[in-house]
T-cell receptor
């Protein structure tokens, strides 16, 4: 998985609770991404980062925030989890903006 | 809304045959094109990338790009049961979010022994 570690791998949480997912890379890649994957929707970009403290919104950013205080770590926070955020979340990294992205193992999040 | 379209399948081919996977995209400015393979319950794994019109071969895989027709395909020669997976086409979003890859919903391939 190209030196990408996501944690936790599985999580069950209750509606209304905050949740933070972590992505850690050892590749020193500039770009990092958070995607969610749902049946019938494919992979959709939530947020991305193009450097330390540089982040921007993706297609489905509502209800999510991110932070990147170090090159190697990109955090995704669900401020108040909802059942619609039940999904598989993938972190990805890339060297440049138009080059291939490599994915982490994924985090399966269930909001009950 | 920029889109990447793939036939969802399932596409079923016999072992040893050629599997042909197709993808069309709406963003005429896209410059980078990728094919990922995803086994059930696993993360997407990069198979091929192509930037220029024409064919690019890597082992049993050939990617084909036609920018005029906004079409990219993946051919898998001598298909094996281990090739059974969902194949995702991805295209970079030109002029939009930096580095955003737009993914198709994937084509499920089944290779029958």
């Amino acid at each position: 998985d190209a030196g990408i570690t996501q944690s936790p791998r599985h999580k069950v949480t209750e509606t209304g609770t905050p949740v933070t997912l972590r992505c850690h890379q050892t590749e020193n890649h500039r770009y990092m991404y958070w995607y969610r994957q749902d049946p019938g929707h494919g992979l959709r970009l939530i947020h991305y980062s193009y450097g330390v403290k540089d982040t921007d919104k993706g297609e489905v950013s509502d209800g999510y925030s991110v932070s990147r205080s170090k090159t190697e770590d990109f955090l995704l926070t669900l401020e108040s989890a909802t059942s619609s955020q039940t999904s598989v979340y993938f972190c990805a990294i890339s060297v440049k903006e138009d080059t291939e992205a490599f994915f982490g193992q994924g985090t399966r999040l269930t909001v009950v | 809304q920029k889109e990447v379209e793939q036939n969802s399948g399932p596409l079923s081919v016999p072992e040893g045959a050629i599997a042909s996977l197709n993808c069309t995209y709406s963003d005429r400015g896209s410059q980078s094109f990728f094919w990922y393979r995803q086994y059930s319950g696993k993360s997407p794994e990069l198979i091929m990338f192509i930037y220029s019109n024409g064919d690019k071969e890597d082992g049993r895989f050939t990617a084909q790009l036609n920018k005029a027709s906004q079409y990219v395909s993946l051919l898998i020669r001598d298909s094996q049961p281990s090739d059974s997976a969902t194949y995702l086409c991805a295209v970079n979003e030109y002029g939009g979010s930096q580095g955003n890859l737009i993914f198709g919903k994937g084509t499920k391939l089944s290779v029958k022994p």
